[in-house]
Structure formats: C-alpha cells, structure tokens
C-alpha cells in the first residue's frame, strides 16, 4: 500500500530564510504521480505542483522548487527567501495508477510552516 | 472556470440527524473524490466517481455514509445517523483523466453535535 510521511510536524523560520520541506513516499508502482498542496489558514486545498514518476528534473517555480529522488522517494520542497503569506500548512500526495486512470490521492500528514515577520 | 463547488459551508447539525452534504465538480472532469480532513486522521479518501460510476468505496467508514453521483455535475455525500464523530471538514475533488490534477471544492465544515 502507498504511504507518504512528512516528518517535520511545524517548522519555523524567520521572514526572508530557506526551507526546506521534506517528503519521503512508499509505493509499489512504477508509475505514479506526486504532489504538493498548500493549506492556508483560510481552509482550502491549494494545488502547487504535479511531477510524474518518469520525470526526475527538479523544478522551479519563483521562489517554490522541488526536489524529486527516485533513489531516495523523495519529493522535497523548498522555499526560498520566505514570506509571512508562504506560512500554511503544506501537504505532500501520492497518486498510484490503476488501470491506467486515476486514482485517489494519499496525503501526508502535512507541515505547518510558520514564517515570523 | 467555477472551480468544484461545494455545499453548505458549514454546517452544524445534532447527533442522530441527516447531513446531506453537495459538490458540483468542474465541467468535463472525469473523476470525483470525496475526502475527510480531521485533526487525528488527516486528509483520507472516503470514495471515488469515475463517469458517475463509484469505483473505490473502501474508505468509506461505516454504513452510516452514502455517497452518489446522479450526474456528471453533481455529487452527494450523506450521513446518515451522524454522530459527533463524524465532524470534520469534508473536501470534494474532480479531476481529468491520467492523473492530470486535482482540484478541491473549499470544504463544508460539519460539526456534530
């Protein structure tokens, strides 16, 4: 069965520092699509980004980039030069591939970051 | 584009009662999904349309909860007694094929009491 652990349970840092968010998934597919959703303090489900299994390139979104590892299942994501409006609660997802449609998301238990002016 | 919409916002209900909660996903999606979001359990899946067809119900936790889709627009998840467990923040989803994305509804917040 699919698992996604996100360690760091709140992280806080100062306005203008890096984070870093960690992500480490379990699957038994080869194909399956990873996630990155922001929650902020107003509720809703924010989608950030999308990468497949296929494809390894990090990448860089602004100040967001993401760090996909196969070798490691991994899937982190760093925030650069952080701002007040960055402090949410992150979640990372996993989605497996069955029968070539899609299929349910398997969410981490998320990070609150908490970036301090 | 509206986005997936959900109803009511919020509701509060007492113990023993019906909640009827709604989504109406985005035209041309393909899939919806139906999760809980709470402080213990996180974000779970409690079950998914493929062409208003349910296709994985296994996270659905107990009889009590019903979920159906009529129609390509529209969705319903129903509680049926409730019970203060089962307050929560209930999300809807829809999404194209191939995992292309996923977008949620802004919740209904349910409190039982």
């Known amino acids: 069965a699919q698992k996604v652990t996100q360690a760091q349970t709140e992280i806080s840092v100062v306005e203008k520092e890096d984070v870093t968010l960690d992500c480490v998934y379990e699957t038994r597919d080869t194909t399956y699509y990873l996630f990155w959703y922001k929650q902020p303090p107003s509720g809703e489900l924010v989608f950030l980004i999308r990468r497949n299994s296929f494809d390894e390139q990090n990448e860089i979104s602004g100040r967001y980039s993401w760090n996909f590892q196969k070798s490691t299942s991994s899937f982190n994501f760093t925030i650069t030069a952080s701002q007040v409006v960055d402090s949410a609660v992150y979640f990372c997802a996993l989605s497996e591939v069955s029968g070539g449609g899609a299929d349910g998301l398997t969410f981490g238990k998320g990070t609150h970051l908490i970036i301090q002016p | ?113």
């Open chain 2, 1 to 113: 584009d509206a986005g997936v919409i959900q109803s009511p916002r919020h509701e509060v209900t007492e113990m023993g009662q019906e909640v009827t909660l709604r989504c109406k996903p985005i035209s041309g999606h393909d899939y919806l999904f139906w999760y809980r979001q709470t402080m213990m359990r996180g974000l779970e899946l409690l079950i998914y349309f493929n062409n208003n067809v349910p296709i994985d119900d296994s996270g659905m936790p107990e009889d009590r909860f019903s979920a159906k889709m009529p129609n390509a627009s529209f969705s319903t998840l129903k509680i049926q007694p409730s019970e203060p467990r089962d307050s929560a923040v209930y999300f809807c989803a829809s999404s194209r094929q191939s995992n292309y994305g996923y977008t949620f509804g802004s919740g209904t917040r349910l409190t039982v009491v």
